[in-house]
């Protein structure tokens, strides 16, 4: 009990110091993996210094899909939305650095890929707004339900780059 708070509290502090870096839940969708983008993808997290914590293969079944996109569930396209989810393998990842979901956002371009600028990853590689081949969390509390829904604590991994000192001050 009292570890846990001093776990806890710890935590609070490097928060507060800014010292934990922000994690944001990336996922190739079928479309991406079936266009062979998940490299493409990847590249531009590592490039742009971001660092890879967890990552897998996965066919996601109906109901995972629901809870994941739970939040769409009034919407007249969800049906389709996780048909198309469920469609074939997504790669599920981890990202983590500063800002890394608002920045990770900005590197995803809009929802509709018609709205989004060339040079995001949507602007560059769809059409469709139903085919947009690469999900990010919308915020923190997103971010981390959503982690915690695709992965165990364990399937995320402590590590650091060798070039870390060169990418963040
Ligand atoms: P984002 O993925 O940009 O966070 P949303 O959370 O609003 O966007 O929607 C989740 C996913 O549902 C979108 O990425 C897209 O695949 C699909 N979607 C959203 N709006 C529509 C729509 N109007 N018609 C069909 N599919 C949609």
Not at 15 to 20: L, Q
Not at 95 to 114: C, F, H, I, S, Y
Not at 141 to 153: G, T, V
């Amino acid at each position: 009990m009292f570890a846990t708070l001093l776990t806890l509290l710890s935590a609070l502090y490097k928060a507060m110091a800014g010292k934990t870096p922000e994690r944001s839940f990336i996922m190739v969708k079928p479309d991406g993996v079936q266009r062979g983008l998940v490299g493409e993808i990847v590249k531009r997290f590592e490039q742009r210094g971001y660092t890879l914590r967890a990552m897998k293969m996965m066919h996601a079944s109906k109901p995972h899909l629901e809870e994941h996109y739970k939040d769409l569930s009034s919407k007249g396209f969800f049906k389709d939305l996780v048909a198309y989810m469920n469609s074939g393998p997504v790669v599920a990842m981890v990202w983590e650095g500063k800002d890394a979901v608002k920045t990770g956002r900005k590197m995803l371009g809009e929802t509709n890929p018609l709205a989004s600028a060339p040079g995001t990853i949507r602007g560059d590689f769809c059409i469709e707004v139903g085919r947009n081949i690469c999900h990010g969390s919308d915020s923190v509390e997103s971010a981390n339900r959503e982690i915690s829904l695709w992965f165990k604590p364990e399937e995320i991994i402590a590590w650091d780059p060798c070039i870390k000192d060169w990418i963040q001050e």
